[in-house]
């Protein structure tokens, strides 16, 4: 099913606005009542959280307000009415949030002790922040308070920077929010540039990345990394764009995309298909080994150089093995394995099948990923013999690419051991300014609507209060997708044979 393209309703769009609006101020002051404030443990459970200071009206703001930023948001889907609308709508929206408390998640006191332990000449990737002394591991959620920092060099760098800056925890949060905000302009300031290069209309990439709930709960008073992360691969990508093959544009891409990695490494996912972006003229293998391998040395010497300033070295590579070590049913390959290990357990055995669920999951995402690359290979090869190759190939290298790399995304975090609700938020930006039909966007906004939900105020997760039950439905959700697929990849053949005979 899909909507018409057309102007939305003025009356519709100001309800959706200020509803929006009245959302973030409830959820701002659910988080001075009962969110991840400073020095205040994570209470761990809904009975703890009901029973605190203020703990039914925490509750009862923070799903008014989550409710009304989620239905508004949903409501304008297809696009707002102009791109300046969404612009200003969004701002309006993330006000409330930027004076609110960290909520949502305790990640940033995380972020605050590992910079402090990088000032205290200590690598992060080696001794957790409780046995390197944090004077704020109180504060830090107690899963993250003994595991290595699973960041990159260049955002410890920041976060050192923050901690000597801000001086104490308060100032040290402040310049950490800072730096999220800043990733999230610098997304704002990419949208139309890629939006027009794919022939996406801004006001439509735009409402679905800006407005979207995730971005204002957790990057923006969240302020996790991933905004800065994602800021800094939309950029590199902006420059690929808009300058294919050009050796100074394939540098400064490189840094960008490195320093996105050296950020958050799931960035690398969106590498291969960067490189597609990357070439100049027509496809073949000779021009992407000259200006792919351009770009992958340009991001190669970046992430050798930020480890080796930061005398950090490639410590933090060891490090992204420990972001598994929390278990949570809303990664699919972990509610598999959650479900696998009840039915064991009904039948008397202990089959223990998380760790390997997880491995088998690991592989076909490998699969997933050359699978995505070869074909967004084979079908920007095809127009090299096309009619006006020029136009079409104009048109096509960001639109192949953008699509690749979100659909990259997707899979990552759909198939990785661990998923948190602001990593909806990359492949949510990549697929909004790829050129996906409106029939089909239902696919990843529909996830982003419901994972704005999981979150308590001070950091708690709902998926801990539902193992079970959530494992069974997202494993019921899992082979309700497979079939799907199947099915549709089944006819799809039929139609092609068809075609032939």
């Not at 100074?248 to 590498?271: D, E, F, N, T």
């Not at 909806?424 to 906004?445: E, Y």
């Not at 982003?448 to 539902?466: E, K, Y």
Request: glycine share 12%; hydrophobic share 55%.
């Amino acid at each position: 099913m899909s909507e018409p393209d057309g102007p939305v309703r003025p009356v519709a769009a100001g309800l959706a606005r200020y509803a929006g609006l009245a959302g973030a101020v409830l959820l701002t002051v659910a988080g001075w009542l009962g969110g991840a404030l400073p020095g205040t443990p994570p209470r761990g459970t809904l009975a703890a959280i009901w029973a605190a200071p203020y703990g039914p009206v925490t509750l009862g703001c923070w799903l008014a307000g989550t409710l009304l930023l989620v239905g508004a948001w949903w409501s304008l889907r297809w696009g707002a009415p102009s791109g300046r609308w969404a612009y200003v709508t969004a701002g309006l929206w993330s006000l409330p949030l930027l004076a609110a408390p960290p909520i949502g998640s305790r990640d940033v006191y995380s972020y605050a002790c590992q910079g402090w332990t990088w000032t205290q000449g200590l690598s992060p990737y080696r001794v957790g922040v409780a046995a390197a002394g944090c004077p704020w591991t109180g504060s830090v959620s107690p899963i993250w308070r003994d595991t290595p920092a699973p960041y990159g060099p260049f955002f410890v760098l920041l976060a050192g920077l923050a901690v000597l800056a801000g001086g104490g925890l308060i100032g040290t949060i402040v310049a950490l929010r800072l730096v999220a905000v800043a990733g999230v302009l610098l997304t704002a300031l990419c949208l139309p540039g890629l939006a027009r290069a794919a022939g996406v209309p801004t006001r439509r990439a735009a409402w679905l990345v800006l407005a979207c709930p995730l971005v204002g709960i957790h990057l923006v008073a969240g302020a996790h990394n991933d905004a800065l992360a994602l800021g800094l691969l939309l950029l590199g990508l902006l420059v690929l764009v808009r300058l294919p093959g050009r050796p100074r544009a394939l540098l400064v891409a490189g840094v960008l995309l490195g320093l996105a990695v050296a950020v958050k490494a799931v960035a690398v996912v969106a590498l291969p298909f960067a490189a597609l972006a990357a070439v100049l003229g027509p496809y073949t293998w000779r021009a992407l080994l000259r200006d792919g391998g351009q770009l992958a040395a340009s991001v190669l010497g970046t992430l050798l150089v930020v480890s080796l300033a930061t005398g950090l070295g490639l410590g933090w590579v060891e490090g992204l093995g420990h972001s598994g070590d929390s278990q949570q049913w809303t990664s699919p390959p972990t509610a598999v394995g959650f479900v696998i290990d009840y039915a064991g357990e009904l039948a008397g055995l202990r089959p223990q099948a998380v760790p390997v669920v997880r491995a088998v999951a690991l592989v076909l995402l490998a699969g997933t990923l050359v699978a995505l690359w070869w074909w967004a290979w084979t079908a920007l090869r095809r127009l090299n013999d096309a009619r006006q190759r020029v136009a079409r190939l104009t048109l096509a290298r960001p639109r192949v690419a953008l699509l690749g790399a979100g659909l990259a995304l997707a899979a990552t975090v759909l198939l990785a051991p661990v998923f948190h609700p602001w990593y909806a938020i990359w492949p949510l930006t990549l697929l909004a300014v790829a050129a996906v039909p409106l029939a089909r966007q239902v696919w990843f906004v529909a996830p982003c609507a419901v994972a704005s939900l999981l979150t308590l105020p001070d950091g708690s997760s709902l998926a801990r209060f539902s193992k079970a039950p959530g494992a069974v439905l997202m494993t019921v959700l899992v082979l309700v997708v497979a079939v799907v697929g199947v099915r549709a990849a089944l006819r799809h053949r039929a139609a092609l044979r068809r075609r032939i005979t």
